[in-house]
């Protein structure tokens, strides 16, 4: 079975500076990680996905994320956030053929 | 390309009274996923299927909960009766096909409150 932790539910960050959000997951097997984006009032939107190959993986709305295998991790950065990256963020986990597993969200709260 | 559809976007029952969600999957995809998100925490798979058939049911409160997928297309989740630990988001999602690297688009949810 498969586990994720997110170690922050709060973050709150000044307009322009870096953020970044701690995802780490447990699983025996190989795993694809995600992570989503959720507006107010709206559903999820994927900002980046990691399948394979290199472990940066960068996204939409400037976002990246890194995937670490020996520490079972997949924290999320950005190096200059805006007011409008105000949103819940969910680090997700999944198999082929299953659906996903999502840890409890982090929300981030961007301020000028 | 037009995206996943639900409606209602909001009910309010109350407790023990019957509800129904619908869902309408993007065009040509043979996925389609129920999920429950209480308030405060991320997103719990209620089902999935593929085409008309479920794939996973497991966590699927079966004597309150049903749903069907007729035809392979669109999507109806029911709960009868409601109890007040229903009140949450009712999220559908599809994708190409099960899991892995197909990426599952999200519709906006069905919030319901149950009193």
């Known amino acids: 079975a498969q586990s994720v932790t997110q170690l922050d539910s709060q973050v709150p960050v000044f307009e322009e500076a870096p953020v970044e959000l701690r995802c780490n997951y447990s699983?025996?097997?190989?795993?694809?990680l995600f992570w989503y984006v959720q507006y107010p009032n709206q559903g999820l939107q994927l900002l980046l996905k990691?399948?394979?190959?290199?472990?940066l993986v960068k996204g939409i709305n400037g976002f990246e994320a890194e995937f670490n295998k020996s520490q079972t991790s997949f924290h999320l950065r950005k190096p200059s956030v805006h007011i409008s990256d105000t949103a819940e963020y969910f680090c997700?986990?999944?198999?082929?053929?299953?659906?996903?597993?999502f840890g409890k969200g982090t929300t981030l709260s961007v301020s000028s | 390309e037009a995206g996943v559809a639900q409606s209602p976007r909001y009910k309010i029952i109350e407790k023990r009274q019957s509800v129904a969600f619908w869902c309408n999957p993007i065009?040509?995809?043979?996925?389609l996923y129920w999920y429950q998100q209480i308030l405060g925490q991320g997103p719990k798979l209620l089902i999935q299927?593929?085409?008309?058939?479920?794939?996973?049911d497991s966590q699927l409160p079966k004597d309150r909960f049903s749903a069907e997928r007729l035809k392979g297309v669109d999507s109806t989740l029911k709960i009868q009766p409601a109890k007040l630990e229903d009140s949450a988001v009712y999220l559908c999602?599809?994708?190409?096909?099960?899991?892995?690297?197909?990426?599952?688009?999200f519709g906006p949810g069905t919030r319901l409150t149950v009193t």
């Open positions: 065009s040509g995809h043979a996925t």
């Open positions: 299927f593929q085409n008309n058939g479920v794939v996973d």
């Open positions: 699983s025996s097997v190989s795993v694809y």
């Open positions: 999602a599809s994708s190409w096909a099960g899991g892995g690297a197909y990426e599952q688009y």
């Open positions: 997700a986990v999944n198999q082929a053929g299953t659906a996903l597993i």
């Open positions: 990691y399948l394979s190959g290199s472990t």
